[in-house]
């Protein structure tokens, strides 16, 4: 009993360090922006629900209609937030955007739209309907990326 709460309070000891080690850094006088960070967290956050599809569609994972269209409706709302989290022009050592998404806005804005279309396009009603549809919203990322995001790091496999 004794040993299964200090194996708690360790655990939660970690994780509050860990939630600070996110956070800190982030005050306005760290050269960190606000701006980068959120579009950065739009970011992965569009990534986990990718990869909650892309795992459905290789046979990773089962099929499960109800989690597919929770994904399908968070792609929806984060690529349709691109523009909004891209607007202002911030820079800061950790962003990997190049600056020719605001010398370049209407393209931008334009592929956003385009990928938003095609997360609306995502058959999640089957795993057939999912493997039709699902390459052409990874195509849209892709594409945005090859042009806007510098050199992806080797772990990012998109
Ligand atoms: C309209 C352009 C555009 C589209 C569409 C787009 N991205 Fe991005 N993405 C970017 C840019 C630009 C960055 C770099 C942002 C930065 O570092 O400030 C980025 C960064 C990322 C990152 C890295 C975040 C990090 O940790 O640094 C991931 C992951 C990612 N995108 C996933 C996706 C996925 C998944 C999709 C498709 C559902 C997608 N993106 C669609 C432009 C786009």
């Known amino acids: 009993m004794t040993l299964h709460w200090l194996k708690a309070l360790a655990f939660l ?19 960190l922006s606000k701006q980068v960070t959120r579009r950065i967290t739009l970011m992965t956050t569009q990534k986990a629900a990718m990869d909650v599809l892309t795992s459905m569609m290789a046979g990773r994972t089962a099929f499960d209609r109800d989690t597919a269209q929770t994904a399908r409706r968070q792609l929806i709302k984060t690529t349709g937030s691109i523009r909004k989290r891209f607007k202002k022009h ?5 962003t990997n955007a190049r600056p020719q998404i605001w010398t370049a806005w209407d393209d931008f804005k334009a592929r956003a739209e385009t990928t ?6 995502l058959n999640t009603w089957s795993l057939p309907g999912l493997r039709r549809t699902l390459p052409s919203l990874m195509q849209s990322c892709l594409s945005c990326h090859k042009t806007y995001r510098r050199a992806p790091n080797s772990f990012i496999t998109h």
């Not at 911030?90 to 950790?94: C, G, H, K, L, N």
């Not at 938003?116 to 396009?121: E, I, V, Y």
């Open 13 to 31: 000891a970690i994780l509050v360090a860990l939630a600070v080690g996110t956070t800190a850094p982030v005050t306005a006088d760290s050269g």
């Open 90 to 94: 911030r820079m800061d050592p950790r």
């Open 116 to 121: 938003r279309a095609a997360a609306r396009d």
